[in-house]
């Protein structure tokens, strides 16, 4: 499974290093968010590697929900608990980092589910600029520049049937709900097999500390972004 060589693993439990997270970050998932780097002072996991490990480890179901509780930091040691018809990746203090909710079929094909992950966190990891900055725009708000924060909150998947390869993602219908300074947004997703829709999704994000939208400011912050993921590009 690919996903082994960005994860550590002792006694039933996981953690994941700062270069680990990282290079999950920027080689599979191409999201260069600095709150990834190895070296940021903010650093965390992204949560697409928590739900890549889920789902990988406990199967990928008919009906899937999966909740992101917490921001996990480096080198901490995780387990998984099941209560009812819910996975929580927790910690040794039981403080829960993530919750995966099946219901339904359970498929368990590894090649499968490596390659609709693969797929699923490209696309997650490529919300910022390519989304979330139009939709800033259009609601003439945008984070803050000094400390940008999205908080990722769920994610939904459910399938009608599973395909006999694995399906490919389309981005579907996008919208951002303001109130005050704080947005939620839904990325709306396919699934879908040689042109056949076979199941759906959605992505949930927090924006935080909202303001007001100055074109300027976010052309700066895009060009920052595209200014890592060239120098990272160049760098491999």
Not at 1 to 29: D, P
Not at 117 to 143: A, C
Not at 171 to 188: P, Q, S, Y
Request: net charge negative; with cysteine; proline share 3%.
């Amino acid at each position: 499974m690919f996903l082994q060589q960005f994860i550590s693993e002792q006694n039933n439990q996981v953690s994941f290093s700062r270069q680990q997270a990282c290079r999950f970050a920027k080689e599979v998932a191409t999201d260069f968010n600095p709150i990834h780097d190895a070296d940021s002072k903010r650093f965390c996991v992204p949560g697409d590697l928590l739900f890549a490990h889920m789902v990988s480890k406990h199967g990928l179901a008919q009906k899937l929900h999966c909740t992101f509780a917490g921001m996990v930091s480096s080198d901490v040691l995780l387990h998984s608990e099941l209560q009812g018809d819910e996975w929580r990746l927790c910690d040794q203090q039981n403080k829960n980092y993530l919750i995966l909710r099946q219901q339904g079929e359970i498929y368990h094909n590894l090649a499968y589910i490596e390659s609709l992950v693969k797929d699923y966190v490209r696309f997650s990891g490529q919300n910022f600029p390519h989304i979330l900055q139009p939709l800033m725009k259009q609601h003439q708000v945008m984070i803050n520049a000094q400390r940008p924060l999205v908080i990722y909150e769920s994610m939904t998947l459910e399938f009608d049937r599973f395909s006999a390869t694995s399906p490919q993602l389309r981005l579907a219908h996008n919208d951002l709900t303001v109130e005050g300074k704080r947005g939620l947004a839904r990325l709306g997703f396919e699934l879908v097999e040689n042109g056949e829709v076979i199941g759906r999704g959605e992505k949930r994000m927090i924006l935080s500390s909202l303001q007001p939208y100055e074109e300027t400011v976010m052309q700066q912050m895009v060009d920052f972004y595209n200014e890592r993921k060239t120098q990272f590009q160049h760098a491999v």
